[in-house]
């Protein structure tokens, strides 16, 4: 069975706008005496900014990984978003890979342990002739895959020293999305 959520600002944007003809008690007149509410059934709302002149608030990816092409077409860089909160001891990490760019629907978890989660899609035709991968040696828990039409994102905490957990793997917004825990 599929959990479907609603987002709270949907809710209550669609509450707000919402209009119903409501009674009330007078404080000037008699005890009980209903008064009905005159306010407009569509309130006034003021229109929305022109946002050309706005930057483009879109957060982007921070950190950027180059690829290694051995043959096809590939991407120069994927990226993901890396968030950390630290505590004594250990972090809790949350990272999201940008397939957005790169990749097709759908977006699969295609292996998922207690320490490893490798995810799936096919490429765009742009790169689907790539071959190849995206490392760190500093953040060498994450690396892509480029082969056979196919991107695959692998989070390996195997071969860390202390404790490492994933926490929740999923796919959000068509990417990737793991939370995972290190501590000493």
Not at 53 to 67: E, G, K, L, S, W
Not at 99 to 127: C, D, K
Request: aromatic share 10%.
């Amino acid at each position: 069975m599929k959990r479907f959520s609603i987002p709270l600002a949907f809710v209550l944007l669609t509450l707000a706008s919402c209009s119903v003809s409501q009674e009330s008690t007078s404080s000037s007149g008699e005890a009980g005496t209903p008064i009905v509410d005159t306010t407009p059934a569509s309130i006034d709302r003021p229109k929305s900014p022109d946002t050309s002149d706005y930057p483009d608030r879109t957060i982007q990816p921070n950190v950027q990984f180059p690829v290694v092409a051995e043959s096809g077409t590939c991407p120069e860089t994927v990226a993901v978003w890396e968030f950390l909160l630290g505590f004594e001891g250990g972090a809790d990490h949350t990272v999201v890979a940008d397939f957005g760019a790169i990749a097709t629907l759908p977006v699969e978890v295609v292996q998922s342990e207690a320490q490893r989660v490798v995810y799936e899609a096919p490429l765009n035709e742009e790169f689907a002739t790539c071959v190849g991968t995206a490392r760190s040696e500093y953040l060498s828990m994450y690396a892509f895959e480029f082969g056979e039409g196919k991107v695959r994102f692998d989070l390996d905490l195997t071969n860390s020293d202390g404790f490492r957990e994933i926490r929740y793997a999923d796919v959000s917004v068509n990417r990737p999305y793991v939370y995972w825990r290190a501590a000493e």
